[in-house]
C-alpha cells in the first residue's frame, strides 16, 4: 500500500541552524511527493513540491528533493528563523487514484532566538 | 480570493448526537476533499468528490459518516450517533481537477464528543 514515514519530534533548533527533517515513503503506483506546514492556529498550507523523480521543490528557503532510489523527500532549510516554528506533513499521492493525499504523522519544529 | 471555509469551527455534541460540518470550497473548483485529523496525527483520507458525485469514500471509517456535495459546491460532512473516538479534528481540502493538483486546505472543524 501507500505510506509515508516521518521523522519523530519534536525538534528544537536555534535560530540559524540548519534543518533536516527526513521523510520516506512507499507508494505502488507512482506518486507525487508534497510538503505542507501548519502553522500554530492556522490551517495546512503546502511548503513545496515534487511531481518526479530528482525534481527539486523550494520554497521560503525549504528545499526537497525527489529521490526515487531512496524512496525519500528529505526537507531541508540552511538557515531556519523563529517563524518557521510549526508542524511539517510530508504527503503523497498517487497518479490515478483519486488525488487524495496520504499523510505521515508529522513533525513539530520549535525554533529558539 | 476566499479561500476554503469550514463552520463551525467548534463543535461539541454528546454521544449519540448527530453533527453536520459544513465545507464551502474555493469557488471553481471541482475537487472536494474530507479527511480527519486525530490530536498529534496527519490527516486521514475520508472521502472525494468530483463536482457532485462521490468517487471515492473508501475512507469512512463507519456507515456513521455520510457525505455529499448535491450541486458540486459545497459540502456536509455528517456523523450519526456520535461516539467519543469520533473526537478529532476534520479538515475540507478543494482543488482545480485531481490526481496531482495542490489541494488547499479549510481552517478545519474541532469536533468533541463527550
Known amino acids: 500500500g501507500n505510506s509515508v514515514t516521518q521523522m519523530e519530534g519534536p525538534v528544537t533548533l536555534s535560530e540559524e541552524a540548519f534543518l533536516t527533517i527526513n521523510c520516506t515513503y512507499t507508494?505502488?503506483?507512482?506518486?507525487?511527493l508534497f510538503w505542507y506546514v501548519q502553522y500554530p492556529g492556522e490551517g495546512l498550507q503546502l511548503l513545496l513540491k515534487?511531481?518526479?523523480?530528482?525534481d527539486k521543490g523550494s520554497n521560503k528557503g525549504f528545499e526537497a528533493t525527489y529521490r526515487k532510489e531512496t524512496t525519500s523527500f528529505h526537507l531541508e532549510k540552511g538557515s531556519v528563523q523563529v517563524s518557521d516554528s510549526a508542524v511539517y506533513f510530508c504527503?503523497?499521492?498517487?497518479?490515478?487514484?483519486?488525488?487524495?493525499?496520504?499523510f505521515g504523522q508529522g513533525t513539530e519544529l520549535s525554533v529558539k532566538p | 480570493g476566499a479561500g476554503v471555509s469550514q463552520s463551525p469551527r467548534y463543535k461539541v455534541a454528546k454521544r449519540g448526537q448527530d453533527v453536520a460540518l459544513r465545507c464551502d470550497p474555493i469557488?471553481?473548483?471541482?475537487?472536494l476533499f474530507w479527511y480527519q485529523q486525530a490530536l498529534g496525527q496527519g490527516p486521514e483520507f475520508l472521502t472525494y468528490?468530483?463536482?457532485?458525485?462521490?468517487?471515492?469514500k473508501s475512507g469512512l471509517p463507519s456507515d456513521r459518516f455520510f457525505a455529499e456535495r448535491p450541486e458540486g459546491s459545497v459540502s456536509t460532512l455528517k456523523i450519526q450517533r456520535t461516539q467519543q473516538e469520533d473526537s478529532a479534528v476534520y479538515l475540507c481540502?478543494?482543488?482545480?481537477?485531481?490526481?496531482?493538483?495542490?489541494?488547499?486546505f479549510g481552517p478545519g472543524t474541532r469536533l468533541l464528543v463527550l
Open positions: 469557488s471553481g473548483h471541482v475537487s
Open positions: 515534487a511531481t518526479k523523480a530528482d
Open positions: 481540502a478543494s482543488s482545480l481537477v485531481r490526481s496531482q493538483e495542490t489541494q488547499y
Open positions: 468528490f468530483q463536482n457532485e458525485a462521490q468517487l471515492d
Open positions: 507508494a505502488t503506483g507512482y506518486p507525487s
Open positions: 504527503a503523497l499521492s498517487v497518479y490515478n487514484q483519486g488525488g487524495k493525499l496520504i
